[in-house]
């Protein structure tokens, strides 16, 4: 045997293959502007029990500088490449052009560079791809994703949320939980993550307008007779965009929709704490055809001898 350098092994790389490792210090230009540097990704909502997100796809945006957060939702892959061209034109109109916006080397990702590069929007700036299986490139929106999940995950259970329900509202809590997240003010800096991208805090910010999530209230629904109840009880969710700071999303567990309004009147209790079911949040008039249907269909059961128990 001689001394000296022993030629590479390919059965021993195919068996001991891992990563290489990640330099623990940057060298990415830092940036010194609101705006500057983008971090953006998209995950997906998993199903839960049979039951879908209304929107799975998730897409995070990250300023570096502000660390201001903006998450939306599409129900496919590449929903998210026409609104994220619109808002960097946006941004560029405002003079406050990105110039660089990082993020993996996934197809979405390519076909959001050839079209905010194309002539429609004429976009230009410095597009950053990471390494495939190396998220750590990309760890400011990857730490963001996991922090808005955690506090998304501690209001459901302080709503007393079911793995069901969670899925349902996974949207609008994963909405809500990114806005909290942008009202604070960080150590080295006396502005929320709002005001140091250069914007206002927002109008339900102000002192005694603020809701917990998954809180009851009544929702007025109008006039429904002498004795027809006028309010539903349904789930605060959110805020209304662009509306004034007391008009509430409040979320109807038998529609599975989302109201907006400022007619609340808080039960000040959690909507699933208490005896506040889905059954009370129907229409009075659906509540007496499902009651009418059960009587009826117990009747005819009795009447063939089948033995049965009412509810």
């Known amino acids: 045997m001689k001394d000296g350098v022993m030629d590479p092994c390919a059965s021993c790389a195919s068996g001991k293959a891992k990563q290489r490792r990640i330099p623990k210090k940057s060298e990415r230009v830092r940036a010194t502007k609101a705006g500057e540097r983008w971090y953006q990704d998209i995950s997906t909502i998993s199903d839960r029990e049979g039951v879908s997100c209304p929107k799975k796809q998730w897409h995070l945006q990250h300023d570096e500088y502000s660390r201001y957060s903006i998450s939306t939702f599409y129900k496919t892959k590449d929903g998210f490449i026409e609104p ?7 941004l560029a109109d405002k003079g406050m052009a990105a110039e660089y916006i990082r993020m993996d080397n996934s197809g979405e990702n390519k076909k959001l560079v050839e079209c905010a590069s194309g002539a429609d929007w004429k976009l230009n700036p410095k597009w950053e791809f990471t390494a495939r299986s190396t998220p750590q490139q990309n760890g400011l929106v990857e730490v ?18 079911s793995d069901k329900v969670r899925i349902l509202l996974a949207n ?14 960080d150590k080295d800096c006396n502005k ?6 250069g914007l206002q805090n927002p109008k339900w910010a102000a002192p005694g ?31 209304a965009e662009n509306h004034s700071g007391d008009c509430y999303r409040m979320w109807n567990p038998a529609s599975r929709k989302v109201t907006e309004s400022r007619d609340v ?14 059954d009370m949040a129907m229409l009075p008039e659906v509540r007496m055809s499902v009651h009418e249907i059960s009587q009826d269909t117990i009747a005819s059961m009795k009447l063939e001898g089948t033995s049965t128990r009412e509810p």
Not at 172 to 185: H, I, K, Q, W
Request: glycine share 10%; with cysteine; charged share 15%.
């Open 172 to 185: 609008e809590v994963l909405m809500y939980s990114t806005a909290l997240g942008n009202l604070v003010v």
């Open 84 to 90: 994220m061209c619109a808002f960097l034109r946006k």
């Open 265 to 278: 009147i808080w039960l000040h209790r959690m909507y699933y704490q208490d005896n506040v079911t889905s």
């Open 209 to 239: 307008l603020m809701r917990t999530f998954g809180e009851a209230g009544v929702v007025t629904r109008g006039k429904n007779g002498k004795l027809g109840d006028r309010g539903i009880p349904m789930v605060f969710v959110g805020y």
């Open 144 to 161: 963001e994703f996991a922090t808005i999940a955690g506090r998304a995950r501690a209001m459901c259970n302080a709503a007393y949320m």
């Open 192 to 197: 929320t993550h709002y005001q140091m991208m």
